[in-house]
Structures are given as structure tokens and as C-alpha cells.
């Protein structure tokens, strides 16, 4: 049985990249739309869910808070397609991720903190813990539908593996 406490580190594009997209406006020049009253910012995420004949769903999570510190008891990854999450309302919360392969490599997982106005996108195949919200509140989800197994988990509640965070 293994042994790991986990601290997050505050996420950024660079640190995250073997993981996905940090979803931000940072660094982007948009462009100016609607007479001026909007500006658009292009190519935040590299969303990929057409393998098998997928197709891109948006959806709504609606996440409870959760408790600190928190087991990792599982992990779960989505070989077919990649998942974006967006906060509906400015606020902070938690990546708990592993490279792409067979089950999660506990040597290195990775948590981050990701702070207000910024969202993630995980690649196909990157295992992560599901949605870790420090409050009570509602997510924009971008996923894959359609035919296929698009969901492995890989139990770890033999592990004692405790995320930690403070607010």
C-alpha cells in the first residue's frame, strides 16, 4: 500500500501543458466582434472528441464542495475524447492528475490549483479525479458523445493517497 499526501500547486499553462489546456484569455489577442461591444478570444483549448465518430456535448455539472483533506480513492480517464470544465461564476478549484497509460503512475500524479476566471481541458487518456469544487456551484462541461467506452476507472482505495488544501 502506498503512502502519498498531496499539496497543488497554482496552475499554469506551461506546468499543465503534459496534461491539457489551462482554458484562459491570458496571452491571446482576440478579436474585436459586435460593433465593438465584445471581443473574442480564439484557440483556448484543443478540444478532441471526434475518434469513433464522437461528437462535442456541452453540458452542466452541478458540484458539491468538497471536504479537505480529501482521499483520492479513485481515479478515472477518458481514452476516446477530452473534457473541458468551466466555472459558471468566478472561483477556485482542483486538478488531481496522471499521465496517459494503462492505470495512474502514483509516481507521478500531480494536483493543481486553478484560480478564478480560469477553466481545464484534460487530453484523451489523462487520469484525473472527477470534478473537485471548493464550493457549491455549477460547471460548463465540453465532452465527447457516442458509441464507445469513454470512461475507465482504476480503484485506489487500497492506496492512502489525501489531497490537501487550504482556501
Excluded: C
Excluded at 87 to 100: D, G, I, Y
Excluded at 135 to 150: A, I, T, W
Amino acid at each position: 500500500m502506498s503512502s502519498l499526501t498531496i499539496k497543488p500547486k497554482l496552475i499554469t499553462k506551461e506546468n499543465f501543458i503534459k496534461f491539457g489546456d489551462m482554458i484562459t484569455t491570458e496571452s491571446i489577442q482576440p478579436l474585436e466582434i459586435n460593433n465593438g461591444y465584445a471581443k473574442r478570444f480564439d484557440g483556448i483549448a484543443n478540444l478532441n472528441t471526434k475518434k469513433d465518430n464522437g461528437e462535442s456535448t456541452i453540458s452542466i455539472f452541478s458540484a458539491l464542495k468538497r471536504s479537505f483533506p480529501m482521499k483520492v480513492d479513485m481515479m478515472e480517464k477518458h481514452p476516446l475524447g477530452s473534457q473541458a470544465f468551466i466555472p459558471m461564476k468566478e472561483t477556485t478549484f482542483l486538478a488531481f492528475v496522471a499521465p496517459e497509460g494503462d492505470q495512474p503512475d502514483l509516481n507521478k500524479v500531480e494536483a493543481f490549483i486553478i484560480p478564478k476566471g480560469i477553466g481545464v481541458n484534460y487530453n484523451p487518456g489523462v487520469w484525473h479525479f472527477p470534478l473537485i469544487s471548493t464550493e457549491d456551484m455549477n460547471f460548463l462541461v465540453v465532452d465527447r458523445k457516442g458509441e464507445g467506452d469513454n470512461l475507465v476507472l482504476h480503484d485506489l482505495d487500497k492506496e492512502n493517497i489525501t489531497l490537501e488544501f487550504q482556501a
